[in-house]
């Protein structure tokens, strides 16, 4: 192999190397945004205040743990925004209250 392939070959791995680290650490700021917005619905009462959105928070974001060790973090990082989403939803709800 010449020169010229060995570094474009070499460019290509450390490419998508890179690539694939930034959505690793993506799926986990995500999922540790969700674990903060669960807590924060956790301390203001919303077990029992809003529980369906509760418990819709805690469970997704046990999928997106569980999918992130599974290695497809495009889903893990989908399922965190989907707690993200329930804990946001039901801190609106325990404020009304």
């Not at 930034?22 to 669960?38: N, V």
């Not at 809003?50 to 046990?62: F, N, T, V």
């Not at 990082?77 to 989403?85: C, D, L, T, V, Y």
Request: proline share 1%; hydrophobic share 40%.
């Amino acid at each position: 192999m010449n020169r010229k392939g060995f570094v474009v070959l070499l460019a290509l791995v450390f490419f998508s190397l890179s690539v694939s680290g930034c959505a690793y650490f993506a799926a986990k700021d995500e999922i540790s945004s969700a674990e903060k917005a669960t807590a924060e619905l956790k301390g203001a009462g919303g077990a029992k205040l809003a529980p369906y959105y509760y418990c819709s928070a805690e469970s997704y974001l046990e999928i997106s743990k569980y999918v992130l060790s599974e290695n497809s973090w495009a889903k893990s990082k989908e399922f965190a925004k989907r707690s993200k989403s329930a804990a946001e939803a039901g801190l609106a709800e325990v404020k009304k209250k």
